[in-house]
């Protein structure tokens, strides 16, 4: 069965202290792997694609690798306006637009 | 450029009840796509639809459908509500960009069925 997976699920930071975020995954075909961040009582906003192990994106504070089996997301010195949950999703090979999601990772930045 | 747009924002209805939830998107994307989210679940996907005139079942089809109504026009329908099918709705367009495959989402429908 495909699956998706995210650690921790909930992570509390001081401002500045850098952390990692974690995206596993058990698929049959991979095409592409997402993030998004999500704030309380909106809607997902897309932040990366990556394609092939060994592949990595920045943006800001983020930066998203990818392995063969996992993901993550690298935030740098954050700041309390990062916090929200973060969402990974895969794209499988076999099922068109079809998109399997984590259950999120709520990250918390304290000032 | 309102991105994708969602309507209503709110809504609940009683079991048996009927409805339409509404999504228009601006970026003249190909694909548009229904998901719920729940909590503790992550978003999971009701139906998309590839391009205009297409539609496909997603992960959680059964209870709704769905209307590709023209390229900017996806429409969700419940037509027997059940508790459920309490959730949050979230509707979102896509189009291949330079860097891959981008998905951009709508405010949402929050839907509480009584």
Known sequence: EDQVTQSPEALRLQEGESSSLNCSYTVSGLRGLFWYRQDPGKGPEFLFTLYSAGEEK????????LTKKESFLHITAPKPEDSATYLCAVRLVNYGQNFVFGPGTRLSVLP | NAGVTQTPKFQVLKTG???TLQCAQDMNHNSMYWYRQDPGMGLRLIYYSASEGTTDKGEVPNGYNVSRL????????LESAAPSQTSVYFCASSEEERGGLAQYFGPG???LVL
Do not use: D, I, V, Y
């Not at chain 2, 023209?70 to 329908?77: A, G, I």
């Open chain 1, 58 to 65: 920045e943006k800001e504070r983020l930066k998203a690798t």
């Open chain 2, 70 to 77: 023209n390229k900017r026009e996806f429409s969700l329908r």
């Open chain 2, 17 to 19: 009840q009927s409805m």
């Open chain 2, 109 to 111: 429908t929050r839907l």
